[in-house]
């Protein structure tokens, strides 16, 4: 088996059908970026512990983890802006570093012969940014975990769409499937299995750097639902973290959608593309009928809720014309359209 055949077995093994449609997309995206003057931090991931006692949380206590910088030893600019963008919104920032593990390369693994499982293969070591003297330095992994709850257990699919998520990815490189790597297995393996992490996952699929400009952003794969006006649905919970991020400094995210065509069964991977499109969190808010209805399945398999937008509200994207200067004043920008 190849190393890319191990990325996406393993990756099936962990994702529901309709995270691995949405990671396609999220990817899609980036490449879209590619071209431009803006840097995408990408592997975004925000983790809030689980109280000992269950008592109610609040925003506290959250952990943002980066994985953009996995293989580095230094940061670019753009994650060095995203540090200081979570730490002002209240998170604790790490930044993973992937190496071998001691296990990686051994003949026998528990008891049996041949190749150590690519899981085994890796370890994750943990790493803080210093403002001051701008360097990344090492985080006791031991001292931040210990009071976390056992034991979390990883959201696994029931498989069955393996050699169609082959095809969906075939025009990939190995590193994109790579970083879709280490971010499940950064999760599944070394959160979830090795330190037992219980908690809640807030979801931020990335953030946006261009110069001083930076804003959240959101990606989804959706098909226009048609009422009296085209709709699109958008998930509550994300727009409440973008927001929750983003109003620290007043910024306004944005929001990216990947419109497909209708088809017979949702999350698909063959669905006929027909356009990007954007919106404004400012827009979201003003635009909306603030009738929240239930959605459909969410990345994770839970049901969703979400907020009706007409369509109308959203603008094709034109990804060489993007200005961050547009997404840098929530109030500003909303008060411009009512």
Same mark, same amino acid.
């Not at 399945?297 to 007409?310: E, K, S, V, Y």
């Given at each position: 088996?190849?190393?890319?055949?191990?990325?996406?077995?393993?990756?099936?093994?962990?994702?529901?059908?309709?995270?691995?449609?949405?990671?396609?997309?999220?990817?899609?995206?980036?490449?879209?970026?590619?071209?431009?003057?803006?840097?995408?931090?990408?592997?975004?991931?925000?983790?809030?512990?689980?109280?000992?006692?269950?008592?109610?949380?609040?925003?506290?206590?959250?952990?943002?983890?980066?994985?953009?910088?996995?293989?580095?030893?230094?940061?670019?600019? #753009?994650?060095?802006?995203?540090?200081?963008?979570?730490?002002?919104?209240?998170?604790?920032?790490?930044?993973?570093?992937?190496?071998?593990?001691?296990?990686?390369?051994?003949?026998?693994?528990?008891?049996?012969?041949? @190749?150590?499982?690519?899981?085994?293969?890796?370890?994750?070591?943990?790493?803080?940014?210093?403002?001051?003297?701008?360097?990344?330095?090492?985080?006791?992994?031991?001292?931040?975990?210990?009071?976390?709850? /056992?034991? #979390?257990?990883?959201?696994?699919?029931?498989?069955?769409?393996?050699?169609?998520?082959?095809?969906?990815?075939?025009?990939?490189?190995?590193?994109?499937?790579?970083?879709?790597?280490?971010?499940?297995?950064?999760?599944?393996?070394?959160?979830?299995?090795?330190?037992?992490?219980?908690?809640?996952?807030?979801?931020?699929?990335?953030?946006?750097?261009?110069?001083?400009?930076?804003?959240?952003?959101?990606? @989804?794969?959706? /098909?226009?639902?048609?009422?009296?006006?085209?709709?699109?649905?958008?998930?509550?919970?994300?727009?409440?973290?973008?927001?929750?991020?983003?109003?620290?400094?007043?910024?306004?995210?944005?929001?990216?959608?990947?419109?497909?065509?209708?088809?017979?069964?949702?999350?698909?991977?063959?669905?006929?593309?027909?356009?990007?499109?954007?919106?404004?969190?400012?827009?979201?808010?003003?635009?909306?009928?603030?009738?929240?209805?239930?959605?459909?399945? #969410?990345?994770?398999? #839970?049901?969703?809720?979400?907020?009706?937008?007409?369509?109308?509200?959203?603008?094709?994207?034109?990804?060489?014309?993007?200005?961050?200067?547009?997404?840098?004043?929530?109030?500003?920008?909303?008060?411009? @359209?009512?």
């Amino acid at each position: 088996m190849t190393v890319r055949e191990e990325y996406l077995e393993y990756i099936h093994n962990y994702w529901a059908k309709q995270k691995a449609v949405g990671m396609i997309a999220e990817a899609r995206f980036l490449d879209n970026l590619e071209p431009t003057d803006i840097e995408a931090v990408s592997e975004v991931m925000l983790f809030q512990p689980k109280p000992v006692n269950d008592e109610f949380q609040p925003w506290e206590n959250i952990y943002t983890f980066i994985l953009d910088a996995a293989e580095e030893e230094s940061l670019s600019p #753009g994650q060095i802006a995203a540090a200081r963008l979570m730490e002002s919104a209240g998170t604790t920032v790490i930044f993973p570093s992937v190496g071998e593990s001691d296990q990686s390369g051994l003949d026998n693994f528990r008891g049996g012969s041949g @190749k150590t499982p690519l899981e085994h293969e890796l370890e994750w070591k943990w790493r803080s940014y210093d403002f001051d003297s701008s360097e990344l330095e090492t985080v006791n992994i031991e001292d931040e975990t210990e009071a976390w709850r /056992t034991r #979390g257990r990883s959201t696994e699919d029931d498989g069955g769409y393996l050699d169609k998520f082959t095809d969906a990815v075939s025009d990939f490189s190995d590193d994109v499937l790579k970083e879709m790597f280490y971010k499940e297995h950064f999760f599944s393996h070394h959160l979830k299995e090795t330190y037992s992490f219980t908690g809640t996952y807030f979801d931020v699929d990335g953030l946006l750097v261009s110069g001083s400009e930076i804003t959240p952003y959101e990606i @989804k794969e959706k /098909t226009a639902y048609q009422d009296s006006t085209e709709l699109f649905g958008l998930d509550v919970s994300r727009l409440i973290v973008m927001l929750r991020v983003a109003l620290t400094r007043g910024l306004d995210p944005i929001y990216i959608v990947r419109e497909v065509e209708e088809a017979e069964e949702l999350h698909v991977f063959d669905r006929e593309f027909i356009d990007w499109q954007s919106i404004r969190l400012s827009d979201v808010v003003r635009s909306s009928a603030w009738q929240i209805q239930g959605g459909g399945p #969410g990345m994770t398999g #839970g049901r969703t809720q979400t907020l009706m937008i007409p369509k109308s509200e959203f603008n094709t994207v034109s990804f060489e014309e993007i200005e961050l200067s547009g997404y840098s004043d929530f109030i500003a920008n909303f008060k411009n @359209k009512i």
